[in-house]
């Protein structure tokens, strides 16, 4: 998979952020990433490290060779957590992290997901084929890829 | 820093919940679960995501409108 898609897919779940808080980027730029989001269009990586630059930064922390699908994985599921603030309560540093989750229940085109702990959520999922009984990543609302739950210990 | 923004749900209708932000509101659907007016939840892609305690869901707001204040 492209760099460009497969980064998309696991920093999106953030990008409302951009919109709301830090107005980095604009509602109809929100749209346009949404929508390459769903359809694996792949936007720039020019465009992309603009707007994630913090991601990019850290990802930078987790290996020189930044572009690859390897870095990109270690950093949203390994590497993400340690830069979130230690004051977030609870419930809002769950949906910051990237975990794995089961999909337990297909709802309206929406997903159930059992992230353990009693961390119910309704996700969207991001890839394709995504089923009941799958174990995802998820990050805040979006089932981001499919994993083996044999390597998620 | 990341930070998912909390919204509390001030209207019901069906399966349309009406979710107010500092300074806005959106429209959100309810997929699954009991929701009721003055619950705080997340909500992502127009779908609530999940409820959020509201000693949690406050902190997360104040949280939210300092940041914004300190953006540049």
């Known amino acids: 998979m492209l760099p460009e898609v497969y980064f998309l897919r696991y920093a999106f779940p953030c990008a409302r952020v951009l919109v709301d808080l830090r107005k980095d980027i604009t509602e109809e730029e929100f749209e346009q990433m949404q929508n390459a989001v769903e359809n694996d269009i792949p936007l720039s990586r020019k465009y992309l490290e603009k707007v994630f630059h913090l991601a990019f930064e850290r990802m930078k922390t987790v290996s020189d060779d930044v572009w690859n699908v390897k870095t990109i994985r270690k950093y949203f599921c390994e590497g993400h957590e340690a830069t979130l603030s230690k004051d977030l309560p609870p419930m809002i540093k769950r949906l910051c992290v990237v975990k794995p989750g089961k999909l337990v229940q297909y709802i309206k085109g929406c997903f159930k997901a059992d992230l353990g702990d009693g961390d119910i959520r309704i996700v969207t999922a991001l890839y394709k084929d995504a089923k009941v009984g799958d174990t995802a990543m998820v990050h805040y609302g979006y089932a981001v890829e499919k994993v083996n739950p044999a390597d998620q210990t | ?72």
Not at chain 2, 10 to 35: L, W
Not at chain 2, 40 to 67: H, L, N, Q, R, T
Request: aromatic residues 6%.
């Open chain 2, 1 to 72: 820093m990341c930070l998912a923004m909390p919204g509390k749900i001030v209207k019901i209708e069906g399966d349309k919940a009406t979710v107010k932000y500092p300074g806005q509101t959106r429209e959100a659907g309810i997929i699954d679960g009991d929701y009721k007016v003055g619950d705080y939840v997340f909500v992502s892609a127009k779908i609530i995501v999940a409820k959020i305690p509201e000693d949690e869901a406050k902190m997360s707001i104040k949280a939210w409108e300092e940041a914004a204040d300190n953006a540049p």
